[in-house]
């Protein structure tokens, strides 16, 4: 059986587990804090400290760089999941570096900016730290301030997601591809506090995240 390495509310694990739900195989589910990921680090050979991380077996499959999709490509070649057809490469390159950066970026400093309602305790000393070594002191207060401003960055980096759904039920075809589930994941973790909800603005979005939600593929 799969074994998915994560924390429960990170927007990069949502991406994969929803693809795992999506494929219908049995995966089961290992939570490591925040701030502690000895496991990660014991499975990959000291390679990898960041999460998801997948076990099958005995490979274990986590980003091999920045700027890969080694888990999400894995999972679509072991259940032909057609989420990477050829003549969608490239254009997906492009949309989810667009994901990654413009929507996540304000996505999850807003998510971050309510981190005392859901980080456990015993993990709030190695959130803070490692989000302060990244961002500064004080960042996580500073976000938090600026939530106004960071919920119009988030609205406006998904005008082009809302246009894509004017003429199609997915993002770039009449199938879910990658991109539909990594987009998926950065509304996971922005939903996850329970502050938020998807803008007005964004009605298409509204409807096709209820879709994406529960969407499964088949084999
Ligand atoms: N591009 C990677 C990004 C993964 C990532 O940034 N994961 C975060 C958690 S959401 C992490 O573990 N970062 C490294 C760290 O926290 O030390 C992916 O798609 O998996």
Not at 125 to 131: E, N, P, S, T
Request: net charge positive; aromatic share 14%; glycine share 8%.
């Amino acid at each position: 059986m799969i074994e998915l390495i994560q924390f429960p509310w990170s927007n990069f694990c949502a991406v994969a587990r929803r693809i795992l739900e999506a494929s219908g195989a049995d995966f089961k589910i290992t939570n490591v804090p925040n701030g502690e990921r000895s496991l990660v680090w014991k499975i990959t050979g000291g390679k990898y400290y960041g999460v998801p991380v997948l076990r099958d077996g005995r490979k274990v499959i986590f980003e091999s760089g920045d700027d890969t999709q080694d888990v999400a490509r894995y999972l679509d070649r072991r259940f032909k999941l057609g989420l990477f057809p050829k003549n969608l490469a490239g254009i997906q390159d492009v949309v989810w570096r667009h994901i990654e950066d413009a929507v996540e970026t304000p996505e999850f400093k807003l998510s971050d900016s309510h981190w005392r309602e859901y980080v456990p305790k015993a993990d709030t000393l190695g959130f803070v730290r490692h989000k302060e070594r990244k961002f500064g002191r004080g960042c996580l207060d500073r976000w938090a301030g600026e939530r106004k401003q960071l919920l119009a960055q988030f609205e406006s980096a998904l005008a082009p997601y809302e246009a894509m759904l004017a003429t199609r039920p997915w993002l770039l075809d009449e199938r879910p591809r990658f991109v539909d589930f990594d987009l998926y994941g950065m509304f996971y973790n922005f939903l996850w506090s329970g502050h938020y909800a998807i803008p007005q603005s964004r009605p298409r979005l509204r409807e096709w995240y209820g879709r994406v939600s529960k969407v499964k593929l088949a084999a």
